[in-house]
């Protein structure tokens, strides 16, 4: 009865907390208070004229708009386009390069707004907003675009527009095309036929006169960052490639200028950077410096940017394109008008350029602030009309003066100051939050940290002192009403609009309420009950406490220690530095317990093996240097993948796998293993990650030989799970019956095996002597701690605390830069979402993963499952672990939603830990599963005659 109730808890609280989780986040997904619509010329204040010393108001004779500069457009994004890519010492785009150094463009260094991935980035680059954190998430699935923005004013204006590349600007702009064709982003593994795709398309489009706007989203040099890094082969000749695609658009516009009336205008920019791991989302440098670069025949008469090129914000793009295109602001735009695009424009034009930018942000102030809040800007901003009413009343008869334009350029420095004023205040508090929703969020998280402590209370022989069902669906009932009563009474004082995901009316805000109410109910039940039978919980808590050891005492204070820690964005930034400290201090601790027992004894000499898994752990801290201050010192993984490392990565990466083999077979011989680790070496021999001392055919990308890897590890999993089931079917023609006990300890190795094995195919080949040193740190450490035992939980703890230092030790952090996105696409031609997402979990979580296989492992082969629960108290434990830092962590973003580092530091580690939770739920979910099947069934024997 144990095993069933705790089960019900397990997953009540599994449940409950992706869901708690879930609500917190979307709580914590921004709302803007925009400005409906879309800008339109009607919508233009006129030029501010004077009547008297400080009255501001309209003149009859105003300029609307500033007039167009240039008639066409072309923009080229470049994926991943890193500024030194094109800006740097190394001249990889010599055509380009070229025009900047002659002076006849116009060059800055746009810094865009974590998350730098590419759908919140082209967001930003075309309505000059910027986009949160969340919506990282929503990149894998874009919807259309509501807010206004520089493409849907390209369209009002009756502006013909092809667009050719990522798929993503289809999402965001349906029907806004006259002519596309998209392809997909998130294919990583193709870096050649997705450029081909967009290229194929210039040379008649150039020869044709059928549009005004050319739109060039190129994703090949972002693919190869995922694949090999800013430093693979492959960037040159890409960069080279792109070069001559520009070289082809800047030759055929230039040629067409000579006939038209306006020259065309072409804008080279990147949407984000790349990390020196190649990957991209945080915040650092070079995933935030990305170059935007404008080029036209109209630069041959001026002198354009020069070393050192002025640093620009990247929503700053929207409004300067608008301004020389003569098109509205979009209104939502938080970015400021280049200055240096402000010269290509007479001086009434710059200021007017200057009214309208200011007018825009200003209406964004009256819609998000009161006017209390804001009576210092509103000020600055009248004051700046007034210095340019003045200059239309002295000079705007005589412009190209020399005291006009001294004069004009006050003007325009008051302008771009008071910009600037309000572009800070607007961009630090234009977002609100769902507090509600968060609140909610917040009390499932802790709702689950209790009624899983009451779980394990019950799981060590605990009761509850109700004693009839009357009574206990009493007491729930009444919980039920009363926090009823309390959610309807506070979504009604409030307003149903200000949480639509807990009081609004649709289906999902309905469930999201339902069980909200229930789950709330049940802890205030179980409260209620552990009120009644305080006495005994608190002698239960009290003979806990008595019976610690020092190594769970340091368990406990450890893991209290890193929840704190959390509240810090700089040990958020440096979290691996926390764990590394708690585990080598743990297995000090282990060690100079083994050293004092073998002191006793004088036989044991288990301390050896913790002194040689120190050293393989002080050498994993060298391995991947991670983080985020640190992160781009040279580390051994650095070193090996240079290429002119190759033999020695070729010959550690064979190493690590003949030793993974080795140590796999300690466990179950299995032929199937040693084929398919020669399958893992002729793979990445096929991609060229390896050399070969032979030649060997290898297929395209190494997709056959991933294959024959994934087939050989269904074929494996899939027999043992048959014979989980039917213990005796592969051993009918012998004497001896298969013990049901052996048959799930096999299918725990051979799940663990096969779990190993995929990791050493999708981890980099750098990262197999990672691999290869957590599974022997795994065997040895488990191997010792089975002869000294100690409590489930206390050893769920253990592989709890190692997991997490595995995780980093393979690189990763809390950047979503450093997620390997390639591991996704190991053996696949095309993209298929869910197989992608399921191979990056199993990379990205291998560390924690494989630890808590290894814990279920070593509890069903340990005397501590003579008890029938001490496998559900693993879980148990497992989810208290994981349950608690999460909830306080929620507490702490909710907390510091408006502090600076929210969306680089404090965003990204939440959604890791969703990541983490949402793992953990599913091996849980699948664990106990797998023993309950196990405890209530019974082997299914197969005789076999002798005459068959």
Same mark, same amino acid.
């Given at each position: 009865?144990?095993?069933?109730?705790?089960?019900?808890?397990?997953?009540?609280?599994?449940?409950?907390?992706?869901?708690?989780?879930?609500?917190?986040?979307?709580?914590?997904l921004?709302?803007?208070?925009?400005?409906?619509?879309?800008?339109?010329?009607?919508?233009?204040?006129?030029?501010?004229?004077?009547?008297?010393?400080?009255?501001?108001?309209?003149?009859?004779?105003?300029?609307?708009?500033?007039?167009?500069?240039?008639?066409?457009?072309?923009?080229?994004?470049?994926?991943?386009?890193?500024?030194?890519f094109v800006?740097?010492?190394?001249?990889?785009?010599?055509?380009?390069?070229?025009?900047?150094?002659?002076?006849?463009?116009?060059?800055?260094?746009?810094?865009?707004?974590?998350?730098?991935?590419?759908?919140?980035?082209?967001?930003a680059l075309?309505?000059?907003?910027?986009?949160?954190?969340?919506?990282?998430?929503?990149?894998v699935?874009?919807?259309?675009?509501?807010?206004?923005?520089?493409?849907?004013?390209?369209?009002?204006?009756?502006?013909?527009?092809?667009?050719?590349?990522?798929? @993503?600007?289809?999402? #965001?702009?349906?029907? +806004?095309? $006259?002519?596309? *064709?998209?392809?997909? /982003?998130? &294919?990583?593994? %193709?870096?050649?036929?997705?450029d081909?795709?967009?290229?194929?398309?210039l040379?008649?489009?150039?020869?044709?006169?059928?549009?005004?706007?050319?739109?060039?989203?190129?994703?090949?040099?972002?693919?190869?960052?995922?694949?090999?890094?800013?430093?693979?082969?492959?960037?040159?000749?890409?960069?080279?490639?792109?070069?001559?695609?520009?070289?082809?658009?800047?030759?055929?516009?230039?040629?067409?200028?000579?006939?038209?009336?306006?020259?065309?205008?072409?804008?080279?920019?990147?949407?984000?950077?790349?990390?020196?791991?190649?990957?991209h989302?945080?915040?650092?440098?070079?995933? @935030?410096?990305?170059? #935007?670069?404008?080029? +036209?025949? $109209?630069?041959? *008469?001026?002198?354009? /940017?020069? &070393?050192?090129? %002025?640093?620009?914000?990247?929503?700053?793009m929207?409004?300067?394109?608008?301004?020389?295109?003569?098109?509205?602001?979009?209104?939502?735009?938080?970015?400021?008008?280049?200055?240096?695009?402000?010269?290509?424009?007479?001086?009434?034009?710059?200021?007017?350029?200057?009214?309208?930018?200011?007018?825009?942000?200003?209406?964004?102030?009256?819609?998000?602030?009161?006017?209390?809040?804001?009576?210092?800007v509103?000020?600055?901003?009248?004051?700046?009309?007034?210095?340019?009413?003045?200059?239309?009343?002295?000079?705007?008869?005589?412009?190209?003066?020399?005291?006009?334009?001294?004069?004009?350029?006050?003007?325009?420095?008051?302008?771009?100051?008071?910009?600037?004023?309000?572009?800070?205040?607007?961009?630090?508090?234009?977002?609100?939050?769902?507090?509600?929703?968060?609140?909610?969020?917040?009390?499932?998280?802790?709702?689950?940290?209790?009624?899983?402590?009451?779980?394990?209370?019950?799981?060590?022989?605990?009761?509850?002192?109700?004693d009839?069902?009357?009574?206990?669906?009493?007491?729930?009932?009444?919980?039920?009403?009363?926090?009823?009563?309390?959610?309807?009474?506070?979504?009604?004082?409030?307003?149903?609009?200000?949480?639509?995901?807990?009081?609004?009316?649709?289906?999902?805000a309905?469930?999201?309420?339902?069980?909200?109410?229930?789950?709330?109910?049940?802890?205030?039940?179980?409260?209620?009950?552990?009120?009644?039978?305080?006495?005994?919980?608190?002698?239960?808590?009290?003979?806990?406490?008595?019976?610690?050891?020092?190594?769970?005492?340091?368990?406990?204070?450890?893991s209290?220690?890193?929840?704190?820690?959390?509240?810090?964005?700089?040990?958020?930034?440096?979290?691996?530095?926390?764990?590394?400290?708690?585990?080598?201090?743990?297995?000090?601790?282990?060690?100079?317990?083994?050293?004092?027992?073998?002191?006793?004894?004088?036989?044991?000499?288990?301390?050896?093996?913790?002194?040689?898994?120190?050293?393989?752990c002080?050498?994993?801290?060298?391995?991947?240097?991670?983080?985020?201050?640190?992160?781009?010192?040279?580390?051994?993984?650095?070193?090996?993948?240079?290429?002119?490392?190759?033999?020695?990565?070729?010959?550690?990466?064979?190493?690590?796998?003949?030793?993974?083999?080795?140590?796999?077979?300690?466990?179950?011989?299995?032929?199937?293993?040693?084929?398919?680790?020669?399958?893992?070496?002729?793979?990445?021999?096929?991609?060229?990650?390896?050399?070969?001392?032979?030649?060997?055919?290898?297929?395209?990308?190494?997709?056959?030989?991933a294959?024959?890897?994934?087939?050989?590890?269904?074929?494996?999993?899939?027999?043992?799970?048959?014979?989980?089931?039917?213990?005796n079917?592969?051993?009918t023609?012998?004497?001896?019956?298969?013990?049901?006990?052996?048959v799930?300890?096999?299918?725990?190795?051979?799940?663990?095996?096969?779990?190993?094995?995929?990791?050493?195919?999708?981890?980099?080949?750098?990262?197999?002597?990672?691999?290869?040193?957590t599974?022997?740190?795994?065997?040895?450490?488990?191997?010792?701690?089975?002869?000294?035992?100690?409590?489930?939980?206390?050893?769920?703890?253990?592989?709890?605390?190692?997991?997490?230092?595995?995780?980093?030790?393979?690189?990763?952090?809390?950047s979503?830069?450093?997620?390997?996105?390639?591991?996704?696409?190991?053996?696949?031609?095309?993209?298929?979402p869910?197989?992608?997402?399921?191979l990056?979990?199993?990379?990205?979580?291998?560390?924690?993963?494989?630890?808590?296989?290894?814990?279920?492992?070593?509890?069903?082969?340990?005397?501590?499952?003579?008890?029938?629960?001490?496998?559900?108290?693993?879980?148990?434990?497992?989810?208290?672990?994981?349950?608690?830092?999460?909830?306080?962590?929620?507490?702490?973003?909710?907390?510091?939603?408006?502090?600076?580092?929210?969306?680089?530091?404090?965003?990204?580690?939440?959604?890791?830990?969703?990541?983490?939770?949402?793992?953990?739920?599913?091996?849980?979910?699948?664990?106990?599963?797998?023993?309950?099947?196990?405890?209530?069934?019974?082997?299914?024997?197969?005789?076999?005659?002798?005459?068959?």
């Amino acid at each position: 009865m144990h095993l069933l109730w705790t089960t019900i808890a397990i997953v009540f609280c599994v449940s409950l907390q992706v869901l708690g989780v879930s609500i917190f986040i979307r709580g914590f997904l921004p709302i803007k208070q925009v400005v409906a619509g879309h800008a339109s010329h009607h919508d233009a204040p006129p030029e501010p004229s004077i009547s008297g010393p400080d009255a501001v108001r309209g003149t009859n004779s105003t300029i609307e708009l500033s007039k167009p500069v240039f008639g066409r457009l072309v923009l080229v994004l470049i994926d991943a386009l890193r500024w030194d890519f094109v800006l740097g010492e190394k001249r990889r785009m010599p055509f380009v390069r070229g025009l900047i150094d002659r002076g006849q463009s116009l060059s800055f260094i746009a810094k865009a707004q974590p998350p730098t991935v590419t759908m919140p980035r082209v967001k930003a680059l075309t309505s000059g907003t910027i986009p949160g954190f969340v919506d990282v998430i929503l990149n894998v699935d874009s919807k259309a675009m509501l807010e206004d923005n520089i493409i849907y004013q390209l369209e009002a204006a009756g502006k013909k527009m092809h667009f050719f590349g990522d798929d @993503t600007w289809l999402r #965001l702009f349906p029907d +806004s095309f $006259k002519e596309s *064709d998209g392809t997909t /982003s998130f &294919f990583v593994s %193709d870096y050649t036929e997705v450029d081909n795709n967009v290229t194929r398309h210039l040379e008649p489009t150039l020869a044709r006169s059928d549009w005004d706007v050319l739109i060039l989203h190129y994703l090949g040099l972002d693919h190869i960052g995922h694949i090999g890094g800013p430093s693979s082969p492959l960037v040159t000749p890409k960069l080279e490639e792109m070069d001559a695609v520009l070289t082809k658009i800047y030759t055929s516009i230039e040629q067409q200028d000579a006939y038209s009336e306006l020259p065309s205008l072409l804008v080279l920019c990147g949407d984000h950077g790349m990390s020196e791991a190649g990957s991209h989302g945080g915040a650092s440098p070079s995933e @935030t410096l990305t170059p #935007l670069i404008l080029l +036209s025949s $109209k630069f041959k *008469d001026i002198k354009g /940017s020069l &070393f050192p090129y %002025d640093e620009v914000q990247q929503i700053d793009m929207a409004p300067s394109l608008a301004v020389v295109l003569g098109l509205p602001i979009p209104q939502n735009s938080l970015g400021i008008v280049i200055p240096e695009v402000l010269n290509l424009l007479p001086m009434r034009q710059r200021l007017r350029a200057l009214q309208l930018n200011s007018n825009q942000l200003m209406n964004l102030m009256k819609q998000n602030f009161n006017p209390a809040e804001f009576e210092d800007v509103t000020y600055q901003y009248q004051h700046a009309l007034q210095m340019h009413a003045a200059w239309l009343h002295e000079y705007s008869t005589t412009p190209s003066s020399i005291a006009s334009h001294e004069v004009g350029n006050k003007v325009i420095d008051k302008y771009l100051s008071i910009l600037k004023l309000m572009q800070l205040k607007v961009s630090a508090n234009i977002t609100r939050y769902d507090i509600h929703a968060m609140i909610c969020g917040i009390v499932l998280c802790f709702e689950v940290i209790f009624i899983i402590m009451v779980a394990l209370f019950y799981t060590s022989g605990g009761q509850i002192p109700i004693d009839t069902q009357i009574s206990k669906m009493f007491y729930f009932g009444c919980c039920c009403l009363a926090t009823l009563t309390v959610h309807v009474t506070v979504c009604t004082s409030s307003g149903s609009d200000t949480s639509p995901l807990m009081c609004g009316r649709s289906l999902t805000a309905i469930f999201n309420s339902a069980v909200f109410v229930i789950s709330v109910a049940v802890a205030v039940f179980f409260q209620i009950s552990v009120f009644i039978s305080r006495n005994i919980v608190k002698n239960h808590i009290l003979s806990f406490m008595r019976s610690l050891s020092t190594l769970e005492i340091f368990l406990l204070l450890g893991s209290d220690a890193h929840t704190i820690s959390l509240m810090s964005s700089s040990f958020v930034e440096e979290e691996h530095q926390t764990w590394y400290l708690l585990t080598m201090t743990l297995l000090v601790g282990i060690c100079a317990k083994l050293m004092a027992q073998s002191i006793v004894d004088r036989k044991s000499e288990d301390y050896k093996s913790i002194v040689l898994i120190l050293m393989i752990c002080r050498l994993l801290r060298s391995w991947n240097q991670t983080g985020i201050k640190w992160a781009d010192l040279p580390d051994i993984g650095d070193w090996l993948v240079r290429p002119e490392n190759v033999t020695t990565l070729s010959s550690a990466h064979l190493m690590s796998l003949v030793a993974i083999y080795i140590m796999l077979s300690s466990l179950q011989f299995s032929p199937m293993n040693l084929l398919t680790v020669v399958f893992i070496y002729l793979y990445r021999h096929a991609v060229g990650n390896v050399l070969l001392p032979v030649s060997v055919p290898s297929s395209y990308k190494g997709i056959v030989e991933a294959r024959i890897v994934f087939g050989l590890l269904v074929l494996k999993l899939s027999c043992a799970i048959i014979q989980f089931f039917i213990p005796n079917i592969f051993t009918t023609f012998q004497k001896l019956k298969t013990n049901k006990k052996s048959v799930e300890i096999r299918l725990i190795n051979v799940f663990y095996e096969s779990f190993i094995l995929l990791a050493a195919l999708l981890l980099r080949p750098h990262n197999t002597p990672v691999v290869a040193m957590t599974v022997f740190i795994q065997q040895k450490l488990i191997i010792t701690l089975t002869k000294h035992p100690l409590k489930a939980w206390s050893l769920s703890l253990v592989c709890f605390w190692m997991g997490q230092a595995a995780f980093y030790n393979q690189g990763n952090s809390n950047s979503i830069a450093s997620i390997d996105l390639s591991s996704g696409y190991v053996g696949l031609d095309s993209h298929d979402p869910a197989f992608v997402g399921v191979l990056l979990l199993v990379s990205t979580n291998f560390g924690p993963v494989s630890w808590m296989i290894i814990l279920i492992g070593s509890i069903m082969k340990s005397s501590l499952n003579k008890h029938q629960v001490a496998v559900p108290q693993a879980f148990l434990s497992l989810m208290l672990f994981r349950a608690f830092p999460l909830a306080v962590y929620t507490i702490v973003v909710a907390s510091q939603r408006y502090h600076l580092f929210i969306w680089s530091v404090f965003s990204p580690k939440l959604l890791y830990e969703a990541m983490h939770s949402c793992v953990l739920a599913v091996f849980i979910m699948l664990g106990i599963a797998f023993y309950v099947i196990g405890h209530y069934t019974r082997p299914i024997n197969i005789r076999i005659s002798k005459r068959d």
